[in-house]
Every structure is written in C-alpha cells, then in structure tokens.
C-alpha cells in the first residue's frame, strides 16, 4: 500500500483541470499518444461541448514504482455532494487555480470540504502560458487562502506540459499512502460513483478501505440492504480492466448485475455479506431541489420517454420522476433535480442520446404549507399552490451563498442583491494588491432561480462568481398568480410570486400572452389575479369582418340593420365563448426562455 497515491483535483469550472489530467495520462503513458483526445476523461459528448465535468471518471496511472488513482471531479455547485463522496475516497487534492481568473467562489465550497476531510492540498496555478496569466497575483492570493510559502506554489500548463512532471513527483512526495489494514479483515469500501450498462447492470465506483474482493464474492449494499454478487472486478485505464481483486487501499469497480434503479447510491457501503459493521460515515440522501415537468412533445413517444427516464435513473441517483397528466400537454413526468444545471444536463441527454423532443416547463420548487386548519401539505406545481384566504403560513428553501467579485462592482452588486430579496452577511476582502471582495447572503432559493446568475454576470461584466449550499427553510411572504383568458383561470399558467413583486410579475405575464394569443373573433380580457383582486389586464380587440362588403351602393339601414346584427352576434360569443388557446401559445408561456 505505500506505493499508492489517491487523489483528486479541485477546480473551478474551465480553470484546466481536464486539459491538465489529458497531459498526466500522455506522461505516464496510461493511454498511448495516437489515442489521446481532449479532454478523456470527460466520457461524455456534451462534456466535452460545453468544457464541464459532470460525471467523475476515475484513472490509474503509474508513475515509476508508484500507482497513482485519480478521481476527477465536478467543478458546478449542483454536484458538491458527489464531490463530498470523492474526497472521501482519496488522501489528497490538487488546489487548481487558474493563472487568468484566480479562486472562484466554489473553488473556496470544495477546499473547505477538502481541508475538513483532512485531506493534503497541493496547490497548483494552471494555464501559466497565457497571455493573460497573472502568477505573482495569484500566487498572492493562495498563500492568503492556505496559509503556505510562494515557493510551494506548482506552476503548470495543461496545454503545453510545462510543469506537470514536477507536479506527478510532488504528489508521490507529498500525498500519503493509504492507512494499513489488514487485508484478512472483511472486505468494505466506499462507492464515489456507478454507471449503467444494459449488458452488466449497474456498474459501482469505489475505493477499497479493507479487506479484498474477488469475482464471484458475496456482497451487499449496506445502505440499501440489497445483497449481490461480484460478476467482475477491475481497476480504470482509464477504460473498464478487469482484475484478480480489489484490495485495501486501492480504487476501482465492481459489476453488479442489477438492473433495477435506486438500489446503488453514492456514499454507500459495499461490504462483505457476512459484515455486520456499520456503513462508512458521511452517507446522505441527495434531496431534488427544482422541480420541473417533462412531456413528449408527440403522446406517442409517451412510452419511450418513461424508458429513458427509467435508464437515466439507474446511473443517477438523485434524479427522481414521476407520472402526471396534463390537460393541454397529455401525459408526462414530474421531475426532480439536484439544480438547474442538473435539470439542464439530463433534459440534454434525453434529447441526444433517445432522440426525445420534449417540452421541458418552468422549473419551480417545493413549499411546505401550513393551513387555517390545521393541515400540512408540501407542493410541488404553482397551480395546486391554494388560496391566501386557506393559508395560515408558507415555508420555502433558502440558500447561504458566497459571490466573489472585484471590489469596483460591489455597488451594482449590492443593488442586485436587494433586487433578489437577500440578506448580507460578512464582507471580507483578500488577495493582496490585486484585491478582491468575498460576501456572504441568504436568499430564497426561488430567487435564485429567477434569473439571478444571469444577472449577476451581467452586474460584474462576468467577473463574479457564486457558490451556494442550501440553508433550511424560512416563512415565505408568497403567493399565487393566476392569468385568465376571457374570465376563465388558464391553470397551466399559474405561477408562485413574491408578494412584493407581483405587480411586475402579473404585468410581464399578462403582456407576454398579449403578444402571442391570436385574435378572437370577439375581444378578449386577458387579465392577472393576485393577492384576491386582478393587479393587471389588457384586451385583445376582436377580428374585423366587413359584413357589409357584399354590397355596392345601396340603401344605407340595410347596412346598419347587418353591423347591428354582427354586434349583436360578437356579444353572443363573447357571452358563451371559450377562447381556443393554440398548443404553441401554453409552450411559449410554460417553456424556459
């Protein structure tokens, strides 16, 4: 075991972090120069398209006399506790901070996870050949974060190789081996990840911490309680390799056979059948947080999409689905995601790998509801949000958040953070003469989601950036916002609203279906109620039809008598009249611009 080095690399997202593992694999001579491709690790297409990470591939490499196991992880907030779980697995992590950009502030999330899992950091400034690099200033900055002297700083380049030799040394010099143990003890280990293959059934990621396993063992998911056999063993090349065995210390997979989902999860125990320990600690149900319909945009792929949904759940554990029907969009899925780019990455895959065009909502969160009477309810969908005059309180998700910006844009920023109903904390500034503003809040996660990165990026020319972790939750000041076309309440248009805002909200709404309803053939009142009183209306005068046009000349009250009887005729069906909402008008007020 002393010539095993387990370790991960923190960074933010596009400080280099594949690029620079591309260069380790070329140097060690895991994976042969011909074979090399950007970013390998990155397994999938819309990884590499968009430069994040949002699986963890793990790698072995050798290194002189040493095995070294890397886990590359995710550098998005959406992700932190599958990153929680890898730094469980390894002895050290490489800091990587972009010699452009400097510590971002999910960069500072993942440290402090890393640091209170004890773990070795060795700190690296990458892309050191740009034009724009700033080393001295950032070297500033790291040695205010660590408390460590400039000369520890490695320096590399992920493009060019410059420094990564140095970098493979250091870390067997610094990074310790795994801890003894015996491998007679009972065989248990940590999963950091799973995949699924149609083939092999579930396929768990993890790291060995006693005992051995061996093809053919009996084992079982602590956590769930569901016992297997080991169909195969192997270790990352990065690609699948099988192996005798896994033994303490070291890192790799175990083919499951199962092909039912929500068996395997991350941070749980596999362990020898016959164990009867405890699970390895740090285990946590990853909770959805954004919730959003999925439909087919043709019914008939109804099927088809429940069969991809099912596939994805089986290598993902913290999404989650289930069936609802709607009166405009047929039948569909309700779906619950870690975040936005969670939300974002899975409706993707579903688009690319089955083919699905889909109808993705609104994304909205959960509110718990007390009642006048007594009741409890948690809701997941606006439009079952229930009356104000039924409600005694409403409690929704709120979020601690770090922004880190240059101290030029903490007026705008500060602005904003009003704008979004937050509440600042601490203020702290570091980083030397290249100075910048650390601030902590508090904000309702459903502000959050109106839009609030965007702006932000906006308020600091794209210069600042967030971190956040979920608070608990607070009493929400909220209500509903209903749209009614021609005095019938359209529900799918239904909306949770800040009370304070819900003039601007009902008077956006009522403007935007304004612009996109077709014409009636009689006028039409398209109005917003909130709050038990309509806060905001427009009419949409009705199509003009000259009845008249017939006639050439002719005795004037013959006319009249015909516009009298048309107007009489428009006040008829606007009296009976349901007003026929197209199929494209709910997709562009229910869809995500």
Known sequence: MNNIRNFSIIAHIDHGKSTLADRMLELTGTIEKRDMRDQVLDS???????????????????????ILNLIDTPG????SYEVSRALGAVEGSLLLVDATQGVQAQTLTTLGMAKSSGLKIIPVISKIDSPLARVEDIKEEIVELLDVDPEEILLVSGRTGEGVKELLDEVVKQIPPPLEANNQNPFRSLIFDFKYSSHKGVIVFLRVFSGEVKKGDKLKFKVANKEFTALEVGVFTPKETSADSLRSGEIGYIVTGIKEPGIASVGDTVASSADIGEALPGYDVARPVVWASVYPENQDHFITLKQALFRLKLSDSAFSFEEESSGVLGRGFRCGFLGMLHLEIITERLRREFNLP?????????????????????IYTPSFFPE???VAEVYEPWVNATIIIPPEYMSPVIQLLYEFEAELGETESFGGHLSRTSLKFQMPLREMMRGFFDRLKSATSGFGSISYSLAGER?????????LVADEV????????????????????????????PRQMFTTKIQARALGRIISSRTLSGMK????QHMYG??????MKLREKQKKGKKKMKERGKVNIPQEVFLKMIKRD
Not at 358 to 377: A, D, F, H, M
Request: no cysteine; aromatic share 8%.
């Open 44 to 66: 999938m297409d819309l990884e590499r398209e968009r430069g994040i990470t949002i699986k963890m591939q793990p790698v072995r490499m050798y290194w002189g006399e040493y």
């Open 76 to 79: 998005h907030i959406d992700f």
């Open 358 to 378: 889909l109808v993705i909502t609104l994304p909205s969160i959960t509110y718990r509801i007390k009642y006048k009477n007594g009741k409890e309810e948690i």
């Open 388 to 390: 104000d005059h039924l």
């Open 475 to 483: 009493q929400a000041d909220v209500t509903r916002l209903d749209i």
């Open 490 to 517: 359209v529900l799918a248009f239904a909306k949770v609203i800040s009370k304070r805002q819900a003039e601007t909200e009902a008077e956006e709404s009522v403007e935007k279906l304004f612009k996109i309803l």
């Open 545 to 548: 039809k000259d009845v008249t």
């Open 554 to 559: 002719g005795d004037i009250t013959r006319k």
